[in-house]
């Protein structure tokens, strides 16, 4: 007859339903993270669109001899972002959690306003079929990070110094206009940022171990859902780019 005091009949069941209300906090934790981002990209699509097929255009950018360039609203709407990251990136640990997730989505929908010019460069068709191409790509890549047992910390690290090296070579390109730089730039920005949907997706999933139960984990699914939000767009411009149909 088992000892109803032997721990050890009692172990493995106890340590099974622990397994298992991990589990289920995990994945309600990257839901969220999901949710978020989704509804960030999905307010700065809706704007994008309203701002880019009307008369609202004409307050972002003016017409000019040579195209198009930006009103000074247009400049405040392009820089407010930025600031808006660094903001969210050095202060949450200040913030609440109200407060950073009015911030992201007040930079999701000021970033619908400067993508709105996208529909002056592209054709709808070809901005809706990079649109579905990213998400696809995104899903797949946001899966390996979430199940993949390799540890992709090294190709973090890897994937940053990439990005600081492509930031460098935007700025350069800017006075070069170089169309063959421009599309290695375009090709590594799509390496790049696939990469980190991977790195970002395994980095968010780690942290939920150390902010389950604690005040932090709210802030972090939110920062989470930004760093993914920042990997769709930028993915999605670079994939514009490449494979984008211009209206001229």
């Keep these: 007859m088992a000892n109803w005091s032997d721990p050890r009949a009692t172990a493995a069941p106890y340590s ?3 397994a298992e209300a991990y ?3 995990l994945r ?6 999901y949710n978020y981002m989704l509804s960030g990209v999905l307010l700065t699509g809706i704007i994008a669109m309203v701002v880019g097929n009307t008369s609202l255009i004409e307050m972002i950018v003016q017409p000019t001899a040579r195209g198009y360039s930006p009103t000074l609203l247009g400049w405040i709407v392009t820089l407010s972002p930025l600031a808006i990251v660094f903001a ?5 640990a200040r913030m609440s959690e109200g407060t950073l997730k009015t911030l992201f989505f007040v930079y999701a929908a000021l970033m619908g306003a400067s993508l709105s010019t996208i529909f002056i460069a592209y054709t709808q068709s070809s901005i809706a079929g990079v649109f579905f191409a990213t998400a696809a790509g995104f899903a797949g890549l946001s899966l390996y990070g979430y199940t993949t047992k390799k540890d992709l910390s ?6 940053i110094m990439g990005l600081i090296g492509l930031i460098v070579a935007s700025i ?7 169309g063959t730089m421009n599309l290695v730039i375009s090709v590594i920005g799509v390496l790049i940022f696939a990469g980190l949907t991977a790195y970002d997706t395994q980095k968010i999933k780690s942290i939920y171990a150390h902010v389950a139960g604690t005040e932090m984990m709210g802030k ?3 920062m989470g859902a930004l760093n993914l939000y920042l990997d769709f767009i930028n ?3 670079f994939l514009l780019r490449l494979f984008g149909s211009s209206r001229n």
């Design 16 to 18: 099974d339903v622990r």
């Design 23 to 25: 589990d289920a906090g």
């Design 28 to 33: 309600a934790y990257m839901l969220s993270v």
């Design 88 to 92: 969210m990136s050095f202060g949450q």
């Design 154 to 159: 090294g190709l973090g690290t890897f994937l």
């Design 172 to 178: 350069v390109n800017l006075f070069l206009q170089s």
């Design 220 to 222: 972090v699914v939110i």
């Design 235 to 237: 993915m999605f411009l």
